[in-house]
C-alpha cells in the first residue's frame, strides 16, 4: 500500500429500501477502500448486502432505494455528486460490472454482438468495424470459440458458460480502472469456474485493474483475493487481508462459516459438517448492537446496545465485536451440527 488516495473509498454507505412493512436497512454503514489492481472479496450468505453494497457504487439501485454515505470516491470522482448522465458515461467505461446472472444479463432481442459493439461506441469515438474487432479480439482473450460466429448470435444459443464469458468480454471492453464482478461463477460447474477464475486473474494483470468479488464462496475466496470483507446482515462485520481471515478469524460469524468448510484430508468421509445455529435477523426496522447476538454462543447484554464498535486486531484486521482479540483466539466458533 502506498500514501496515496486509494482507488475507492467508501465511509458508511448505506441504503434503505422502503416496503409495506417498513424500511429495510438493506446496507448499513458498509467501509472499505480499494487500491489500484488490488482485489476485494466480499463475503457472505445470501441477502446480506453484498450486491446491493456494488449496485450502490453505480447507482443502479431499486428505485424505492437510497443511498446515504458520508464518503463515496472512485479515483478522482464523487460519485454522491454525479448527475444520472455522469453515471452513465463512467458505468460501463472507467467503472464495470459483470452483473449475477448471464442468462438474464443480455438482452434476447438484439444479437451479443450488437450489445458488445454499442458498449464501446457510447464511451469511445470509433466506429463499428473498429469495436467489432476490438470484440473479436476480447472473445479471443476470454477463450469463445469461433469468435466470428458468436457475434452474430442470440444469447439464447449460447450455452451459460458461453454468455458468461461474453458478460467479462463485455465488461473490458473499455478497459476499466474497476471491475465489479457480482458471483461471476453461480450455476457453472468447477472446471469452468477454475477457468473463469484463472481467466479474470490474468485480465486483472493485463489491465491493471482493481477488482470487487463478490461470492458466498469461501472456497473460491481463497484463491483470487488480497483483502477480504465479510458481510453479514446488512455491515461488514470483518476485514482482513485473505490469509489472516482463514488463519486468524476474529468475529463470531467468520469463525462460523470457516467452521463449517471441510477440510480436505481432515474432514471424514459421510461425517455431518457443522452449521451455525438459528437463523438471520429480518432487516426491517430500527436494530441496535449486533446483528449476530442471536446465533453467537458467546453474546451478552451489552451485545444489544447501541452501535458496535471497531476492534483493530492488527493493522489492516478489524471486525465488530465486544471481545478482545484475545478471547477469540482462545475459544474458535465451533457450532455443533443441526438436528
Not at 476499466?176 to 484463472?198: G, K
Not at 477440510?263 to 459438517?273: D, F, I, Q
Request: proline fraction near 7%; hydrophobic fraction near 40%.
Amino acid at each position: 500500500m502506498t500514501d496515496a488516495a486509494p482507488l475507492v473509498d467508501v465511509q458508511d454507505l448505506s441504503v434503505d429500501i422502503e416496503t409495506a412493512e417498513g424500511t429495510l436497512y438493506a446496507v448499513r454503514n458498509v467501509s472499505f477502500s480499494l487500491e489500484p489492481r488490488e482485489t476485494l472479496c466480499i463475503v457472505g450468505e445470501s441477502g446480506c448486502g453484498k450486491s446491493l453494497t456494488a449496485l450502490a457504487l453505480m447507482d443502479l439501485l431499486p428505485r424505492r432505494a437510497t443511498r446515504t454515505a458520508r464518503r463515496l470516491r472512485f479515483d478522482d470522482v464523487d460519485l454522491l455528486r454525479q448527475s444520472p448522465e455522469a453515471m452513465r458515461q463512467l458505468c460501463g467505461n472507467r467503472i464495470s460490472m459483470i452483473f449475477q446472472e448471464p442468462m438474464t444479463s443480455l438482452n434476447p432481442a438484439f444479437t451479443v454482438g450488437d450489445q458488445i459493439i454499442d458498449v464501446m461506441r457510447q464511451h469511445r469515438q470509433v466506429g463499428v468495424a473498429e469495436a467489432r474487432d476490438h470484440a473479436l479480439h476480447l472473445f479471443e482473450r476470454v477463450g469463445i470459440s469461433a469468435p466470428r460466429m458468436r457475434l452474430g448470435q442470440y444469447p439464447h444459443e449460447l450455452s451459460g458458460g458461453l454468455r458468461q464469458r461474453m458478460l467479462i468480454a463485455m465488461a473490458l471492453m473499455c478497459r476499466p480502472r474497476l471491475l465489479l464482478a457480482d458471483e461471476p461463477t453461480t450455476a457453472l460447474d468447477v472446471t469452468i469456474q477454475a477457468e473463469l477464475l484463472r481467466l479474470l486473474a490474468d485480465l486483472q494483470a493485463e489491465f491493471g485493474m482493481a477488482m470487487i468479488f463478490i461470492t458466498h464462496d469461501l472456497g473460491l475466496v481463497s484463491r483470487i483475493a488480497d483483502r477480504v470483507a465479510v458481510m453479514y446482515a446488512g455491515e461488514i462485520v470483518e476485514t482482513a487481508p485473505v490469509d489472516e481471515i482463514f488463519s486468524d478469524p476474529m468475529h463470531p460469524y467468520t469463525q462460523g462459516l470457516l467452521a463449517c468448510l471441510p477440510v480436505p484430508g481432515a474432514t471424514p468421509r459421510l461425517k455431518r459438517l457443522p452449521s451455525i445455529p438459528g437463523v438471520v435477523p429480518s432487516l426491517v426496522g430500527e436494530r441496535e448492537g449486533c446483528s449476530f447476538r442471536d446465533r453467537c454462543q458467546y453474546a451478552m447484554p451489552a451485545c444489544a446496545e447501541g452501535r458496535i464498535p471497531p476492534v483493530q486486531a492488527v493493522a489492516g484486521h478489524d471486525y465488530l465485536c465486544l471481545r478482545t482479540p484475545a478471547q477469540n483466539r482462545e475459544a474458535r466458533v465451533r457450532p455443533e451440527p443441526a438436528a
